[in-house]
């Protein structure tokens, strides 16, 4: 491409689109006003999806990156602008999703000056992105722009926030295609010696269990993890973020592991010789105390990141690099391996305590619930936002496929889910979306409902309503005495169903087991036919999550039930 003049905002976009960008979520304002203009001119080659607040472009961002592997981009003005996309982009940085956060600020002469919806961007998202920038020159901001995708996507992937100044979107300055630096995966941290002693561990552990994480999904490794645990011949746990990264219906799958992991798991990283973590980072969630956690184990740590080695739990061996690479090469060395009492021995576990189903109770229990889910909305993608919900769904619905389940992990972010959702559904061509929520998360962001309906997506959000913030109210009850200090929510119960009508969506109400499959493939129908769905499924507010660690405790210190 020859070189043409254009003014910042059309080079911005001109970056963006290098780097394969079609679609982009947004809420406009004074500062990017001339961005907006270009995305006008623009609008043939680069779709903006208008949501109805900023955090609600960030989460839909977050979702698209998640559901991609690519990086979602979300755009808002100065000041409120941009401070309303902080909560989107510390859970982007929590989850390690590559997001490019891009904000207009005040003119140059303006900035330190207090001016008209000035802030300092860069300034208070600093601690929350991967990096950041402030343009203040015309002549950097497309090299900026690149800079921003690369680090974003390289290595451990995150977000990046660039933030422009008004006048640099207006100025005018030469401006040249260029085709985007290539990421290659991060090997020049992969020594012989420590796959050498890595595959030493794994040759001689009678025990092995391999504990996964989201680093698997960031790494696309979920089908080499699956060779990887045959060829060692290994049960494998996931945590909620590394949900899609090995097969659900496998034997050799323990279900999830930590605060809230299945007794099975649990116990096995308790009875294992060999921990090996791959793309996990011994979240408190998952370890509890860290004193009692795998005593009897080795632990082999594999991430493409060093700061996590050794950061939360010691390490006996470690292999850094690209998660994908290392599995790579150490199937390469290792040889196929048997470990028939230890698998017999998790198999064993699993059939002892296996999760609670109700499917024959005429009441709406939330495991039949989102067994039912699971079979009416197979293929979709699944959000969920943050609480007891959550858990559930992440015990008993999974995901189908890699990045089919998408979760604030880090932060938990309640209103993530349906801008998540929406994200996700647009990065997959408008295929089906379901959020899972509940009915405090549902009314943070339920706005969003008015973005799924104007762009008829199909997404479906079923709203676990126990009319209480079940997760808090659920501690409550166990460690403080039954003093349930607001977490009642339905003293200002609102009636959903008419509030999606209200929307543009359809609303429906599930009460008992008997009618759950029904509804649910009526609200699938609709939101594939253009008009997404609310289901307002109402389950009884001492529905409790278990299994579960109390604070303080060993991780196979767990609670089954009542």
């Given at each position: 491409?020859?070189?043409v003049t254009l003014?910042g905002?059309?080079i911005l976009?001109e ?5 394969g ?5 947004g809420?406009?304002g ?10 006008y001119?623009?609008?043939d080659?680069?779709t ?6 900023e955090?609600?472009a960030?989460?839909a961002?977050?979702?698209y990156a998640r ?5 979602g981009v979300?755009i808002?003005?100065?000041g409120?602008?941009?401070?309303n996309l902080v ?7 929590m989850?390690s ?15 330190g ?7 300092d961007t860069?300034?208070?998202?600093m601690p929350i992105?991967k990096?950041?920038?402030i343009v203040?020159?015309i002549?950097k901001?497309?090299?900026t722009?690149r800079?921003?995708?690369y680090i974003?996507?390289?290595g ?7 933030d422009?100044t008004k006048d640099?979107t207006?100025?005018e ?5 260029r ?5 290659s995966p991060?090997?020049?941290?992969v020594?012989?010696e420590?796959?050498?002693?890595a ?6 552990a009678?025990?092995p269990l391999i ?5 698997v999904?960031s ?12 060829k ?5 746990a996931l945590t909620?973020?590394g949900?899609g ?16 992991g299945?007794k099975?798991s649990n116990?096995?990283?308790m ?5 090996i973590?791959?793309?996990a ?6 370890i509890?105390?860290v004193?009692k956690f795998?005593?009897e184990?080795?632990v ?8 996590e080695i050794n950061k939360n739990?010691m390490t006996?061996?470690?292999v850094i690099?690209?998660?994908g690479?290392?599995?790579k090469r ?16 998790v198999?064993?576990?699993?059939a ?8 024959k ?6 495991p039949?619930l989102l067994?039912?889910?699971?079979e009416v ?6 959000t969920t936002d943050?609480?007891?919900h959550?858990?559930?769904?992440g015990?008993?619905l999974?995901a189908?496929?890699p ?5 604030s992990?880090?932060?938990g972010?309640?209103?993530?889910g349906?801008?998540a959702a929406?994200?996700?559904s647009v ?10 929520t509940g009915d405090?998360?549902f009314?943070?962001n339920?706005v ?5 309906a ?15 913030l079940?997760m808090v109210?659920?501690w409550q009850e166990?460690f403080?005495?039954?003093?349930f200090s607001?977490t009642d ?9 008419k ?18 499959r ?9 939101a594939?036919?253009?008009?997404p769905?609310?289901v307002d499924?109402w389950i009884?507010s001492?529905?409790?999550v ?8 060993s991780i196979?210190?767990v609670?089954?039930?009542?």
């Amino acid at each position: 491409m020859a070189t043409v003049t254009l003014n910042g905002s059309e080079i911005l976009i001109e970056t963006l689109l290098e780097h394969g960008v079609s679609d982009v979520f947004g809420y406009p304002g004074g500062a990017v006003l001339n961005i907006y203009d270009a995305l006008y001119k623009y609008r043939d080659r680069i779709t903006h999806y208008l949501t109805a607040h900023e955090q609600g472009a960030a989460h839909a961002a977050d979702g698209y990156a998640r559901a991609t592997g690519k990086a979602g981009v979300c755009i808002a003005t100065s000041g409120p602008g941009a401070t309303n996309l902080v909560t989107g982009i510390a859970t982007a940085y929590m989850d390690s999703v590559p997001l490019i956060a891009v904000t207009g600020n005040v003119a140059k002469p303006l900035l330190g000056k207090d001016s008209f919806q000035e802030v300092d961007t860069t300034g208070i998202t600093m601690p929350i992105t991967k990096h950041n920038f402030i343009v203040k020159d015309i002549e950097k901001l497309a090299e900026t722009v690149r800079r921003a995708f690369y680090i974003a996507l390289s290595g451990r992937p995150g977000p990046v926030l660039v933030d422009i100044t008004k006048d640099v979107t207006a100025a005018e300055y030469p401006y040249e295609r260029r085709e985007p630096r290539k990421i290659s995966p991060e090997t020049d941290s992969v020594t012989e010696e420590d796959l050498a002693e890595a595959a030493r561990l794994i040759s001689e552990a009678k025990r092995p269990l391999i504990y996964a994480g989201g680093g698997v999904i960031s790494a696309n490794a979920a089908d080499l993890l699956k060779k990887f645990a045959e060829k060692i011949d290994a049960p494998v746990a996931l945590t909620l973020m590394g949900l899609g990264a090995f097969p659900d219906d496998s034997p050799r799958f323990t279900g999830m592991v930590g605060m809230h992991g299945t007794k099975t798991s649990n116990m096995a990283v308790m009875e294992c010789d060999l921990l090996i973590a791959a793309g996990a980072r011994f979240s408190d969630r998952v370890i509890s105390d860290v004193r009692k956690f795998a005593q009897e184990a080795k632990v082999l740590h594999l991430d493409v990141d060093a700061a996590e080695i050794n950061k939360n739990v010691m390490t006996e061996s470690q292999v850094i690099g690209d998660l994908g690479e290392v599995i790579k090469r150490l199937l390469g060395r290792l040889p196929e391996m048997s470990h028939k009492a230890w698998l017999e021995r998790v198999g064993g576990l699993k059939a002892a305590y296996p999760l609670p189903l109700f499917e024959k109770e005429d009441a709406l229990r939330p495991p039949a619930l989102l067994r039912a889910v699971r079979e009416v909305m197979r293929g979709a993608a699944v959000t969920t936002d943050v609480g007891q919900h959550q858990i559930w769904a992440g015990q008993y619905l999974g995901a189908g496929f890699p990045r089919g389940f998408i979760s604030s992990g880090g932060l938990g972010t309640m209103g993530f889910g349906l801008g998540a959702a929406i994200g996700a559904s647009v990065a997959r061509g408008k295929r089906l979306a379901v959020n899972i929520t509940g009915d405090g998360s549902f009314r943070m962001n339920c706005v969003e409902l008015a973005t799924a309906a104007d762009y008829k997506l199909p997404v479906v959000d079923i709203i676990m309503n126990n009319h209480a913030l079940g997760m808090v109210r659920q501690w409550q009850e166990l460690f403080y005495g039954g003093r349930f200090s607001q977490t009642d929510l339905s003293r200002t119960a609102a009636d959903f169903v008419k509030l999606a009508e209200a929307f543009g969506c359809r609303g429906f109400r599930i009460k008992d087991a008997a009618e759950a499959r029904d509804v649910l493939r009526e609200a699938r129908a609709s939101a594939e036919g253009g008009v997404p769905a609310v289901v307002d499924c109402w389950i009884s507010s001492d529905e409790k999550v278990y299994p579960m660690v109390p604070p303080g405790e060993s991780i196979d210190k767990v609670i089954l039930g009542e």
